[in-house]
């Protein structure tokens, strides 16, 4: 079947939904999303669509300058500008009255947020916002942002990963020294070195000297890559209200509104609960969205105006100031003995964390390793300044830079020993009882199973003909993170239920929590009425990221719904007039252990609760010590024009591990998604600085993310090793995707030309450089 | 008497004489990390902060589990304890 958009054969002659069983009633079905109506008709509100009476709009003065003393900041002629109504700087935030930045306290920290989210007395960044404005439209706001007079004092800037750990390099925080363990992982020792290192990292075991001695092949490459963003296609917004009685309540785009709360509470230096924050819905956010960036300016300025206040960002906006994921440099030498078996391995990382410490470095440092047995190892991390804007999370940060890395070798291993890439990968694979980099044990989990559903799926040897083609395949690994989640349930007169929980719904999450609390209930999705409630409504949630949401927010629900059991089956005792413990519960129907043709339906109970003692409601919470981690695996089929470069996918599956899927369409799509965005990070995207910092390809024109025009189906197989640490088995799937597309794209480059890509991205342009191609030359030299 | 083990990253080596793998006697991580500190003085600084609070990004995984509870995690005289960084994700 041709694909009408680009010509290319599908392999596949129908659009086939996967074939799918499930033993459960709910979970592993695929009913519609509760909210798909809304946002398919348009309907659904997003943050940019608040709109009331009095509302002022909000713009940003940014520094033209990437490393700059701000000596003077004049807003006199801008508040002469009629319907210019405020207008504030870093400094009246009013926790930069009592706390200075501390650079080694960085998770939470709010002085530090308040920083990055205005500056006080140095721009660290082009695209630093140094001034905040409020006026009665957009345009006045912005002329009002044309009219303020900043005098900078400008400093050398250290903008190159590399340029930024050198001894002559300018510093960004003067007074910061490299800590050894870092502040990622406590204060360790303070080697007393002034450096743009913010910390050092290691990982080490066994005897590297004697794993290399034992080797008989050994390869050791160098890699690079670039910044590249979560591309969330919705910009950040938050409209803030500040009320009479000293409360505000703040309507926003965010993953982590109890974070937006805790945030803007610490930078006013409010109490918590005066503030309220309502989540929108989100488009997308990646990780990007947990940071708070408009929140405490809005807030702030709707208590000096007393009208609401909204603010968005435009798209070069959150190209230049909202946290991008770290540019990396990494060496990587690995050695196998003849058999094939890894015997030693030697990693160097060194991650851009932006203007203030903690980038991923720690979580590559972790997981670049874990898919294999290892016993002689060596892994150093450094957490590296520079003036660029502060680095954000991204989908199983830090992972998919490594494994670009380690794929790429181990692939190389494997031909050097004329060994086929999935027998390697499957004898050092790990299982239960192996170690990671850190010491801790695995539990159960599917690496195996992955490598063997690859091996043994039908692309894996399907022919793969003609020039220019070729096939590749790498694996990753992604620990998951569980954090702690609240949910409230309640059920109504007609039986159904509302499930209420604190976690924004990014990718299909509302769906995949009110099903666990379903077939717990015996009802059925349809009968579940999720919502996302505010911090006032729900207990405190971490946030909806780290693959964590499904998996605990339906622990919380879960617990919630054996509360609703417990509650309905006394009340069915209460009717038949026995003991709770005589009335037993089977696929949503309450049965009279005495008098079994006695028997009350769920919904028929729910109808009589009023009358009988009043309405059952039940929340919990979790905070689940095990959140299980997960494998995933890529066969990629590529196609390399050797005139221009360019790199065509061909046929793509992605394998992984999910545990128990809870709704597979969602877990299919999660998928799909971050493998989508892990070609785009492979082939286009990058972040185009000039020497001054400035970044030129701000737009989603020039910044080029993979669309549906451009890329065949991506294939999935959801293998499923169940997960001891939940009722219903899942582990976390939403990051782990994005993990091994790069590498795997790489070595199909490989298969295909003969070349081995270690700088990211593998665009047109670094293709033909590789292959010697110039200019002026028609073949490769 | 059985102790609980604990594993110490290869830059806190340091203060245990290059040694990885401890043995420290303890029924919670607060009473493991008082006893470590005994044995091993300087240590308690690197994970502990004035506040009583693990140090920014880093906690302790007992029996290969992230532990939830802080210093009153409880630990068993098996327990096998590493001292690793807090992941979060995206």
Redesign the interface.
Known sequence: MKNKSNGRSSHVEKLEVHPYTTKYKVIGTRPIRHDGLAKVTGQARYGADINMPGLLHSKLLRSPHAHANIVKIDTSRALKIEGVKAIITGTDFPITKHQNINL????G?ARNQAENVLATNKVLFKGHAVAAVAATTPQIAQEAINNIDVEYEILPSAIDLKEAMSDNAPLVHENMTTL??????????DTGVKSNISS?????GGDLEKGFKESSVIVEREYSTKSVH?GYIEPQASTAQWHADNTVTIWTSTQHHFGVRGATAAILEIPEHVVTVIPMEIGG????K?PVYLDPICALLSKKTGSPVKAVLSRKEVFESAGPTSGSYMWVKMGADEKGYVTAAHLYLAYEAGAFP?SPV??GA?TALTPYKVDNFLVDAYDVIVNKTKV??????GSPQAAFAIETVIDELAEKLNIDKLDFRLQNAVKEGDRMP????L?RVGCIEVEQAMQSHPHYNAPLSGPNKGRGVAIGY?????GQSSATLAVNSNGTVNVITGSVDIGGTRPAVAMQAAEVLGLTAEDMIPTVGDTNSVGYTD?T????TAFTTGIAAINAARKILNQMSDRAALLWEIDSSDVEFTDGVFINGNDKKLHLTFKELAGKLLKTGGPISASASA?????GVTFCGNIVDVEVDPETGKVDILRYTAFQDVGQAAHPSYVEGQMQGGTVQGIGWALNEEYFLSDDGTMLNSSFLDYRMPTSLDLPMIDTVLVEVPHAGHPFGLRGVG?VPIVPPMAAISNAIYSATGIRMTRLPMSPGAILEALGITETSKSPQ | MLMATVWIPSLLQQFTNAEEIVSIQGKTIRQIIHNLDIKYPGIKDVLIDEHDNFKDGITLAVDGAINQLGLVEPVSESSEIHIVQAISGG
């Open positions: 080694t306290e960085v998770l920290n050894e363990l870092g502040s990622r992982f406590g204060k360790g020792t050092h990292l290691q990982f080490k979560q956010g990646f990780g990007g947990i903690r720690g979580s972790v954000s999370a991204y989908r199983a940060p850190n010491g801790i044990p539990q992604w620990g998951n993170f569980g946030p990221g780290g693959s964590r905070s689940p010590r095990n959140e990051e």
